[in-house]
């Protein structure tokens, strides 16, 4: 059916299904669709919005009213943001108005005001229903990144109204969105049959994530080929799978692109030595899921156990130096995923990472070198069950023909330890900070850490001698050390001397070394420096050669 959406709301209630995806526009989407509310007030055309396909579920009666209930399979994004700019008009229509109560009484149905037009999924704070119920902009109860796409879309769609309001009719901007925009819909009653008609609509063109197509056809094989008894908790199974594969990726696409593709390489019959595109991943994985039950679910449960895994290795921010490179984080998440026990696992990541960190950031390889060689390790240890003692053995194979102490002994080669190195420099200086809390018997401070990771790696690192004194050393390895980011913007351009009594009070142990070196000489040179990068490459050879 095509329908304008005045026709598409009426009668209908629509939700999001906790196995979707959470609301995921950004400033950029949503200009788009006010650029085109703009194009319609200029031409007076109408404005194909999208297609909208949607599970009929039931029917129910508020008052005299008869509604549709539906869940929407695709087209929510385009749903949920016309909804909430239509709850930025009605909060500029005048109270009582009729334009108001039509508005009014689209978005919130029953007489107790708690059943409304849309209802989302992952508002973990309710920060949607209560701005669609009040009006209210809950700035600081946002938990997730979905919460924030839904304040965020909401203070923009009231600025576009405001905008609007300057220069035209508010009744014309409510009759442009009723009658103008129109959408292809696709209600239909069989499960069975909405998920293939997704998956049809999806192959021609329209843009949506193999991920989400991969759910859709998994959903798909279970309508098809299992029967009506079992059918039902299996459907449920799966919406959970999903719903949890969901609520853990948020709305960071990146992770679940990696997901997928790590998931289908993983599912190869023969050992790869590329990580598998997203279609390839999509369609082998749809293989190996088959027609029986047990092999439908455990191809969602996979998918889901590499999501885990993946999100697991993200948020260590003390390895994103190299969790930067694609087929080095596909050995580490092969490593998460055989569940070892902690002990023999973080044994195994920190060869990982000391063999990846020597390979592409000390010795400066390109992050294109050895793909084929991660990849077949990194199938090997999920595919081939290896033991742990075979992985460490391997792991340093990688990185045997990188001689660190010969890239180490080139000339000058710390000179500049900041332009362009600052992410990989903050690392080095955790681990050295490390070291010395190690060393001298005293607790890493975890709360200025966080403070310092929490944040760009520029932002933290402080030249000792500072930049404006235009030292030729100034971004030497030795003059350079860590702040939390305000201590570190607040000492700016002072000199070393007056700087080192905030070294003292950092509650950093390297920073604090520094402190008591510049107090007991009163003074910071250039042999100072240089001894003290000395002492930090000394460290560097150890922990990484």
């Given at each position: 059916?095509?329908?304008?959406?005045?026709?598409?709301?009426?009668?209908?209630?629509?939700?999001?299904?906790?196995?979707?995806?959470?609301?995921?526009?950004?400033?950029?989407?949503?200009?788009?669709?006010?650029?085109?509310?703009?194009?319609?007030?200029?031409?007076?055309?109408?404005?194909?919005?999208?297609?909208?396909?949607?599970?009929?579920?039931?029917?129910?009666?508020?008052?005299?009213?008869?509604?549709?209930?539906?869940?929407?399979?695709?087209?929510?994004?385009?749903?949920?943001?016309?909804?909430?700019?239509?709850?930025?008009?009605?909060?500029?229509?005048?109270?009582?108005?009729?334009?108001?109560?039509?508005?009014?009484?689209?978005?919130?149905?029953?007489?107790?005001?708690?059943?409304?037009?849309?209802?989302?999924?992952?508002?973990?704070?309710?920060?949607?229903?209560?701005?669609?119920?009040?009006?209210?902009?809950?700035?600081?109860?946002?938990?997730?990144?979905?919460?924030?796409?839904?304040?965020?879309?909401?203070?923009?769609?009231?600025?576009?109204?405001?905008?609007?309001?300057?220069?035209?009719?508010?009744?014309?901007?409510?009759?442009?969105?009723?009658?103008?925009?129109?959408?292809?819909?696709?209600?239909?009653?069989?499960?069975?049959?909405?998920?293939?008609?997704?998956?049809?609509?999806?192959?021609?063109?329209?843009?949506?994530?193999?991920?989400?197509?991969?759910?859709?056809?998994?959903?798909?094989?279970?309508?098809?080929?299992?029967?009506?008894?079992?059918?039902?908790?299996?459907?449920?199974?799966?919406?959970?799978?999903?719903?949890?594969?969901?609520?853990?990726?948020?709305?960071?696409?990146?992770?679940?692109?990696?997901?997928?593709?790590?998931?289908?390489?993983?599912?190869?019959?023969?050992?790869?030595?590329?990580?598998?595109?997203?279609?390839?991943?999509a369609v082998v994985l749809t293989e190996l899921a088959g027609t029986k039950l047990n092999t439908i679910m455990e191809s969602g449960e996979r998918l889901k156990l590499v999501v885990?895994?993946?999100?697991?290795?993200?948020?260590?921010?003390?390895?994103?130096?190299v969790t930067k490179i694609a087929h080095a984080r596909f050995v580490a998440t092969a490593i998460l995923l055989r569940r070892f026990d902690a002990t023999t696992r973080e044994r195994?990541?920190?060869?990982?990472?000391?063999?990846?960190?020597?390979?592409?950031?000390?010795?400066?390889?390109?992050?294109?070198?050895?793909?084929?060689?991660?990849?077949?390790?990194?199938?090997?240890?999920?595919?081939?069950?290896?033991?742990?003692?075979?992985?460490?053995?391997?792991?340093?194979?990688?990185?045997?023909?990188?001689?660190?102490?010969?890239?180490?002994?080139?000339?000058?080669?710390?000179?500049?330890?900041?332009?362009?190195?600052?992410?990989?420099?903050?690392?080095?200086?955790?681990?050295?900070?490390?070291?010395?809390?190690?060393?001298?018997?005293?607790?890493?401070?975890?709360?200025?850490?966080?403070?310092?990771?929490?944040?760009?790696?520029?932002?933290?690192?402080?030249?000792?001698?500072?930049?404006?004194?235009?030292?030729?050393?100034?971004?030497?390895?030795?003059?350079?050390?860590?702040?939390?980011?305000?201590?570190?913007?607040?000492?700016?351009?002072?000199?070393?001397?007056?700087?080192?009594?905030?070294?003292?009070?950092?509650?950093?142990?390297?920073?604090?070394?520094?402190?008591?070196?510049?107090?007991?000489?009163?003074?910071?040179?250039?042999?100072?420096?240089?001894?003290?990068?000395?002492?930090?490459?000394?460290?560097?050879?150890?922990?990484?050669?």
């Amino acid at each position: 059916m095509h329908l304008t959406s005045a026709t598409l709301f009426s009668g209908r209630l629509f939700r999001i299904p906790e196995y979707q995806r959470a609301y995921a526009w950004g400033s950029r989407q949503r200009a788009d669709l006010f650029g085109d509310i703009l194009d319609i007030h200029r031409s007076g055309r109408e404005h194909f919005m999208a297609t909208v396909v949607a599970l009929a579920r039931d029917a129910r009666v508020i008052g005299a009213e008869k509604y549709t209930a539906v869940e929407i399979v695709d087209g929510q994004q385009r749903i949920t943001t016309l909804v909430i700019l239509l709850k930025a008009i009605e909060k500029s229509l005048v109270t009582g108005s009729k334009a108001h109560r039509d508005i009014s009484e689209l978005l919130v149905k029953d007489d107790d005001r708690t059943l409304l037009l849309l209802q989302t999924n992952h508002d973990s704070s309710s920060v949607f229903t209560r701005y669609i119920l009040t009006g209210d902009i809950a700035e600081n109860e946002s938990q997730t990144a979905a919460d924030r796409n839904v304040l965020d879309a909401a203070v923009e769609c009231e600025k576009f109204v405001e905008d609007w309001k300057v220069q035209c009719d508010l009744i014309e901007l409510v009759s442009i969105i009723r009658n103008q925009l129109s959408f292809v819909y696709h209600e239909i009653a069989d499960e069975a049959t909405v998920y293939r008609v997704f998956e049809v609509l999806n192959s021609r063109g329209l843009e949506v994530k193999w991920i989400d197509k991969l759910k859709s056809q998994l959903m798909a094989l279970l309508f098809e080929h299992i029967e009506e008894g079992s059918r039902s908790e299996a459907v449920k199974e799966m919406q959970r799978v999903w719903g949890d594969i969901y609520r853990t990726l948020g709305l960071d696409s990146k992770l679940g692109d990696d997901a997928l593709k790590f998931a289908g390489t993983w599912a190869q019959k023969t050992q790869p030595n590329r990580v598998s595109s997203q279609e390839d991943a999509a369609v082998v994985l749809t293989e190996l899921a088959g027609t029986k039950l047990n092999t439908i679910m455990e191809s969602g449960e996979r998918l889901k156990l590499v999501v885990g895994a993946i999100k697991e290795l993200d948020e260590n921010v003390r390895l994103r130096t190299v969790t930067k490179i694609a087929h080095a984080r596909f050995v580490a998440t092969a490593i998460l995923l055989r569940r070892f026990d902690a002990t023999t696992r973080e044994r195994l990541l920190g060869a990982w990472e000391r063999v990846t960190f020597r390979i592409f950031v000390l010795a400066e390889a390109d992050t294109r070198h050895k793909v084929g060689e991660y990849i077949r390790l990194g199938y090997a240890i999920f595919s081939a069950n290896l033991d742990a003692d075979e992985i460490e053995k391997r792991l340093f194979k990688l990185g045997s023909d990188y001689n660190l102490a010969e890239k180490l002994n080139q000339p000058n080669y710390w000179n500049n330890s900041y332009e362009g190195w600052a992410e990989p420099l903050r690392y080095i200086l955790f681990r050295y900070e490390e070291h010395h809390a190690e060393t001298i018997g005293q607790k890493l401070n975890k709360s200025q850490w966080n403070k310092i990771w929490a944040e760009e790696p520029s932002k933290s690192i402080e030249h000792i001698e500072p930049q404006s004194s235009g030292a030729s050393y100034i971004h030497h390895l030795g003059n350079l050390t860590m702040l939390p980011p305000g201590v570190n913007s607040s000492l700016k351009d002072k000199p070393p001397v007056e700087k080192a009594e905030r070294y003292l009070t950092s509650g950093l142990t390297i920073t604090t070394l520094v402190g008591k070196n510049i107090a007991a000489k009163s003074a910071w040179t250039e042999e100072d420096i240089l001894a003290r990068g000395k002492d930090i490459d000394a460290f560097v050879r150890k922990e990484w050669g």
